[in-house]
């Protein structure tokens, strides 16, 4: 193989990744017509359409499909190994790039990350905050942050928080308006705040568990929101109760601005976990950054 063809074939990649020549040409650095053109002569070189082209997207034909399956992954390898030799460096150098749902983001992963960049100044994290259930291999991240739970089997899982435990909340002036709920069939006559899962589309049912009792309760409510933050603040303003991690809510359950309900029916969950896969040879980097966090774990537990 040419290694004009290796060139070609690395941007055909990027350009199927991303769906756009626009977005492909601004993170390879070159021009948009220079893109097409470089995949025009791939195409033009082996006698076959790679992409299909529209107004509005890119997409790869079948023959396409198949060079990305097939080549897609082994040079993803090679990268992953260029990228390990910074081992030989005196410091670690390069980009980590981590996907994190918003909380973990904000609460775990910006914590360890502002007191670690100033000892490494080679070193560039990117963190894509994402709430739903991110493919970091199709994306081709380093790393993403997941409950112990929602972490695949073939993926190595590094614990970086304790237990999350939720909490039911409202605000005092709330419950003169409506009685506190001492069982879980009351939140029907409630309020609640729905969270919409950005996976399935759907609603969450709050997950409630007492002696080894578990029940997933439908609520409804005026409001429903894709993020815990905005539950958080709508239920601080009185518009309901809202189902969220207790840490979210601790500061404001201890000035008295919220009060807590159900707490017996409150499970707690695995931990937040940092996970990637087996398969890849960490960089030094990120062997820097998955340290960092998990000797913060070891402090906060």
């Known amino acids: 193989m040419a290694r004009s063809d290796l060139s070609d074939i690395t941007a055909f990649l990027s350009v199927a990744k991303e769906g756009s020549f626009t977005k492909a040409a601004a993170k390879l650095g070159v021009s948009q017509s220079a893109l097409s053109q470089t995949v025009r002569n791939l195409e033009a070189r082996l006698g076959l359409r790679l992409l299909t082209r529209t107004t509005r997207n890119v997409s790869?034909?079948?023959a396409g499909e198949r060079l990305i399956q097939?080549?897609?992954?082994?040079?993803?390898?090679v990268e992953a190994e260029l990228a390990a030799l910074t081992a030989l460096r005196d410091k670690p150098a390069g980009t980590v790039r981590i996907a994190a749902g918003e909380l973990a983001a904000e609460m775990v992963l910006?914590?360890?990350?502002?007191r670690l960049l100033p000892d490494y100044p080679?070193?560039?994290i990117e963190?894509?905050?994402?709430?739903g259930l991110t493919n970091i291999v199709e994306q081709r991240l380093d790393a993403g942050v997941r409950l112990g739970e929602q972490v695949?089997?073939?993926m190595v899982a590094v614990r970086i928080g304790p237990d999350v435990r939720m909490a039911i909340v409202g605000t005092p002036s709330y419950f003169t308006r409506y009685p506190k709920p001492k069982v879980p069939q009351d939140l029907m006559a409630h309020n609640c705040i729905n969270i919409r899962l950005p996976t399935a589309g759907g609603l969450y049912a709050w997950e409630l568990e007492k002696e080894g009792r578990a029940l997933k309760?439908?609520?409804?409510?005026q409001l429903v929101f894709n993020t815990a933050t905005m539950a958080?603040?709508?239920a601080c303003a009185g518009s309901g109760l809202a189902y969220v991690p207790e840490d979210r809510v601790l500061s404001h359950i201890e000035n008295g601005e919220l009060a807590q309900v159900l707490a017996d029916w409150c499970p707690s969950f695995s931990g937040l976990h940092l996970y990637y896969p087996s398969r890849r040879q960490p960089t030094p980097a990120f062997a820097v950054v998955a340290n960092a966090l998990r000797h913060s774990n070891s402090v906060r537990v």
């Open 110 to 114: 910006w914590p360890v990350i502002e």
């Open 217 to 221: 309760v439908r609520v409804e409510g």
């Open 60 to 62: 790869p034909t079948e």
């Open 152 to 154: 695949d089997k073939d």
């Open 127 to 131: 963190i894509v905050v994402d709430n």
């Open 70 to 77: 097939a080549v897609g992954p082994k040079l993803e390898e």
């Open 122 to 124: 080679d070193i560039t």
């Open 232 to 234: 958080v603040k709508a």
